[in-house]
């Protein structure tokens, strides 16, 4: 008996990372295939291949990109942004979607910088990432203190704090390593040294 639960075991083990990543991979694609996907379709009729609509998708991305870069679309595109920037409700949902994008994206990343904060009045320690060194622009009563977020663990949300910049303690680990170490639980623990 216990050599089929230990079969059991590590065929879960096994089989059911591989099944989930497989599913998370083939709902992923047929998302991103059907943004122009379900454009094209109708036009496409039988010769729809899968995958036209990610790559129309890509190509119409880098097109946009490009033409961003221009300096007349670049214009109009600054219009809409500032635009967009002024209607309430608009503006809040628009801020964080494209300031999340460029902290991940852009030129200047915000979890580039990972840290190490002691929970207060605790000796618990937490790993975060440094997202914003001026938050006296924000907030002027915290005139030293860091943006800190702190990602939860086998989740996509987490939390804000804003620290004393003495009391955060700066590691020196890749940002994707420190966020798989967290993410995971601790679970993913090998290279995320000080």
């Not at 089989?15 to 059907?34: E, K, Q």
């Amino acid at each position: 008996m216990k050599a089929i639960i230990k079969s059991f075991i590590n065929g879960l083990l096994t089989i059911v990372p591989i099944i989930l990543v497989i599913y998370i991979l083939v709902r992923v694609f047929n998302f991103l295939d059907s943004i122009l996907g379900n454009v094209l379709k109708p036009y496409m009729k039988q010769d729809y291949i899968p995958g036209i609509g990610i790559l129309a998708t890509l190509v119409l991305i880098t097109l946009l990109g490009w033409l961003s870069t221009r300096f007349f679309t670049g214009k109009i595109i600054n219009l809409i942004d500032r635009l967009l920037e002024r209607i309430p409700l608009v503006k809040t949902l628009y801020t964080v979607i494209k300031d999340t994008f460029q902290s991940f994206l852009g030129e200047k990343k915000s979890f580039s910088k990972v840290v190490l904060v002691t929970m207060p009045g605790t000796s618990m320690k937490v790993i975060g990432f440094v997202t914003s060194e001026e938050v006296e622009e924000v907030i002027h009563s915290l005139k030293d203190h860091f943006a800190v977020y702190v990602p939860q663990t086998f989740q996509v949300a987490g939390f804000t704090f804003l620290i004393p910049k003495e009391e955060i303690e700066w590691l020196d680990i890749k940002p994707e390593e420190a966020m798989k170490f967290v993410l995971s639980g601790g679970v993913s623990s090998s290279k995320a040294e000080k």
